[in-house]
């Protein structure tokens, strides 16, 4: 069963995914492809900018040292993790919860949450696969306003 809107695996799949579940959050329609490419670029951009005014608390965690990964990061086609999902959710200021496929279950489960400081209300859904690819999870529910309106 694919819950997944399509998001290519392009290196920026977490960050499509984002966007494209933010706009879906925001009650916006799905954002074309090279709309949602763009934006993609930008959250990459913001999101690396926030790791550095951030660096106190995020230094720690990151692999390696840290400004050759915010670097690296700011690469087009750099995979994502989860040091970016939490990136995402404070430059956006909303939750973000990453769901797989249980197949044991055969159900969606809940494997990591971020952001849950600005609320646990309709949060961003992800969906990841396995394998370093993440998608958008089509399922929104509610229509909570957020900064996103202003954003996207």
């Not at 763009?38 to 840290?66: H, M, N, P, S």
């Not at 949060?123 to 229509?143: E, F, K, N, W």
Request: with cysteine; charged share 30%.
């Amino acid at each position: 069963m694919d819950f997944g809107s399509g998001i290519p695996g392009d290196g920026r799949c977490l960050f499509r995914s984002v966007v494209h579940g933010a706009c879906l959050r925001a009650g916006k329609p799905s954002p074309s492809e090279s709309r949602e490419k763009e934006l993609a670029d930008e959250l990459r951009a913001t999101v690396a900018d926030e790791f550095i005014k951030r660096r106190a608390d995020t230094e720690w965690f990151v692999e390696g040292d840290f400004d050759t990964y915010v670097a690296h990061m700011r690469q087009p086609h750099v995979w994502g993790g989860e040091p970016e999902l939490l990136m995402s959710s404070h430059v956006l200021q909303v939750p973000i919860t990453v769901h797989m496929w249980d197949k044991k279950k055969n159900c969606l489960k809940v494997i990591a949450e971020y952001g849950q400081e600005y609320g646990k209300e309709n949060p961003i859904r992800v969906l990841y696969h396995g394998y370093g690819h993440y998608d958008a999870l089509q399922s929104p529910s509610g229509r909570l306003q957020s900064k996103l309106n202003k954003r996207f």
